[in-house]
């Protein structure tokens, strides 16, 4: 039933205008929401992926000392190792005083096994010290000849977070923590 007379034209005449300014202002509106979260979920992978990056490297430095243990084993296998030491920074402190101890550049000059050892116990606290400032690692060793060597491996660092809303901005507490990672070796 085709629609005349005066209501009839109003009618097309609506509907062939086009979107009303108020429209076009709800499609901004709606669109700027939209983008606002579409950045904050970018923002929120790339913290994210930071933290992994993070927690990545530090495994691979705790397993690049327990590569350095097991290419040591004069040293590390024989028990004659501390049977703990801790690193802070550049520092290594041990209660022998044998990987604190000044050691040649062992990759130019013949080292023993104690001096390469702490060749390479300062050269890893000297990478983490760079990549991590405020890094702190612990290592335990078993020095009982009579069954194999064990090594306890354990580095913590912080790790800064980003906050998702105005709740977790205001609790400063949920913006870092501290983590840690352990690894076993069997020099």
Same mark, same amino acid.
């Given at each position: 039933?085709?629609?005349?007379?005066?209501?009839?034209?109003?009618?097309?005449?609506?509907?062939?205008?086009?979107?009303?300014?108020?429209?076009?202002?709800?499609?901004?509106?709606?669109?700027?929401?939209?983008?606002?979260?579409?950045?904050?979920?970018?923002?929120?992978?790339?913290?994210? /992926?930071?933290?992994?990056?993070?927690?990545?490297?530090?495994?691979? +430095?705790?397993?690049?000392?327990?590569?350095?243990?097991?290419?040591?084993?004069?040293? !590390?296998?024989?028990? /004659?190792?501390? +049977?703990?030491?801790?690193?802070?920074?550049?520092?290594?402190?041990?209660?022998?005083?044998?990987?604190s101890a000044a050691a040649?550049?062992?990759?130019?000059?013949?080292?023993?096994?104690?001096?390469?050892?702490?060749?390479?116990?300062?050269? !890893?606290?000297?990478?983490?010290?760079?990549?991590?400032?405020?890094?702190?690692? /612990?290592?335990?060793?078993?020095?009982?000849?009579?069954?194999?060597?064990?090594?306890?491996?354990t580095a913590s660092w912080s790790e800064?977070?980003?906050?998702?809303?105005?709740?977790?901005?205001? +609790?400063?507490?949920?913006?870092?923590?501290?983590?840690?990672? /352990?690894?076993?070796?069997?020099?």
């Open positions: 039933m085709p629609v005349t007379g005066r209501n009839g034209s109003l009618r097309r005449r609506r509907m062939a205008s086009g979107l009303s300014l108020i429209e076009v202002l709800i499609t901004l509106v709606i669109t700027s929401v939209g983008l606002l979260g579409l950045a904050k979920m970018q923002a929120a992978a790339l913290a994210n /992926t930071q933290i992994a990056r993070g927690r990545s490297l530090v495994a691979l +430095q705790l397993e690049s000392l327990a590569a350095a243990m097991h290419g040591n084993r004069g040293f !590390w296998a024989a028990g /004659t190792a501390p +049977q703990t030491f801790t690193l802070a920074g550049a520092t290594v402190t041990d209660s022998t005083g044998a990987l040649p550049d062992c990759a130019s000059v013949a080292c023993t096994p104690i001096q390469m050892a702490a060749y390479d116990v300062q050269r !890893w606290a000297a990478d983490m010290a760079a990549h991590f400032p405020t890094y702190a690692a /612990t290592v335990n060793c078993s020095n009982d000849i009579s069954r194999p060597i064990r090594c306890s491996l800064h977070y980003l906050a998702y809303n105005q709740t977790t901005a205001a +609790q400063t507490s949920a913006m870092a923590a501290t983590q840690s990672l /352990t690894l076993h070796v069997q020099p």
